[in-house]
Structure formats: structure tokens, C-alpha cells
């Protein structure tokens, strides 16, 4: 019993931690959901050229930026958020948007319905930032955007060394289960 909750936990850490990754590439590198936006996702080889040119390189990756642009192309309110259910990172909508006809519900049941869908929306959707977050915007300047250590230790103006960025990113890349690479492209810092 407590082997299948070790493993569930585990589960459980890694798809947040993938969570936290995909959030933080939202957050730091932008231009790759734009880019991401922009390919025809029925084209295989546009959404491999994208996600090799965007360092999206292990499956998981990829088809989690797929599902999401599918999901943020037919609700663009959504565009940078990604969500969660199960254990895996997928193009999940808590449920279905609430509409109203007032010949058919009362204003009563309307509202009521509304706030279930922002209580199933606030639970499916990691929070903008939370604090602990810092690690993942390295992998994710380092993955996704292509600085080198050093430049993101340069954003730091020396409260942070090579080291320890170096340290973190090795860790995080592993608990998101990643293959570490340097983008077709580099950004500047």
C-alpha cells in the first residue's frame, strides 16, 4: 500500500514540477508561445521544427505545447496557462464555460454555475508565480531562451554564482524529466 503512494507522490511531484517548468517558460520566454501559436499543429514536422528550435525536445514536452496551443487557440483567455489533472500536463478546460438563457434558468442557478466554473478553473490552474519558482525560470532561460549560465547569473548582479545556478538547473531538469540542450537560437540577456 504505501509502495503505490510513494509512487503516486511521486507522480504527483514530477507533473508539478512540470507545472512550475511550463509556467515559468510562459513567464520568461514569451516569444515561444507566440511562436508556438503560429505553427499548424496537424503539421508534424512544423511542431517538430518548433519544439527543436525552442528546446521542447522529449515527447512529453512537445505534445503537452501542442495540446496547450490547441486548447489556447480555441480559448485565447487561457494563452500562456497551463494546466494540470491527473498527473500529467495536458489541454484541459475545468469544464464547460457557463452560458445563460434567462427564458430557461434562473438568475439564481445561472450565478451558482458560474462560481463552480471559477472554483474548477482557480483548482486546475497553478497560481502566476509562487515562491520557490526562481529554479524553474533558470532551466527555462537556460532551455527555452538559450542564455548561458553565466548570463543568468549576470541578471542577478552577482547575488547569485555560476555555481549554484548550475546546481539548481542539473536538479530541476531532472525532477521535470528533460533532456538539457541548447536551443536552435538564443535570445539576448
Not at 501542442?66 to 478546460?93: C, D, M, Y
Not at 469544464?95 to 482557480?122: H, L, N
Not at 541578471?155 to 525532477?175: C, D, F, M, T, Y
Amino acid at each position: 500500500m504505501s509502495g503505490k503512494t510513494t509512487r503516486q507522490g511521486q507522480r504527483w511531484g514530477q507533473a508539478d514540477a512540470r507545472l512550475r517548468y511550463l509556467s515559468a517558460i510562459s513567464r520568461c520566454v514569451p516569444k515561444a508561445i507566440d511562436e508556438l501559436l503560429a505553427v499548424d499543429l496537424e503539421n508534424d514536422a512544423a511542431v517538430h521544427a518548433w519544439a527543436m528550435r525552442w528546446g521542447f525536445v522529449d515527447g512529453w514536452a512537445r505534445e503537452s505545447a501542442r495540446n496547450h496551443a490547441r486548447l489556447w487557440k480555441a480559448h485565447p483567455e487561457f494563452v500562456g496557462r497551463w494546466f494540470i489533472s491527473h498527473g500529467q500536463t495536458q489541454n484541459i478546460l475545468p469544464m464547460e464555460k457557463p452560458t445563460w438563457d434567462p427564458a430557461f434558468e434562473s438568475e439564481t442557478s445561472f450565478r451558482r454555475r458560474v462560481e463552480d466554473y471559477i472554483g474548477q478553473v482557480k483548482k486546475s490552474a497553478l497560481p502566476e508565480h509562487r515562491s520557490g519558482d526562481l529554479h524553474f525560470e533558470w532551466l527555462a532561460l537556460e532551455q527555452v531562451a538559450g542564455l548561458s549560465q553565466v548570463q543568468i547569473a549576470d541578471r542577478h548582479q552577482g547575488a547569485v554564482s555560476e555555481s549554484a545556478i548550475s546546481q539548481a538547473v542539473s536538479k530541476i531538469a531532472h525532477l521535470v524529466g528533460i533532456t538539457r540542450m541548447k536551443p536552435a537560437h538564443s535570445l539576448p540577456s
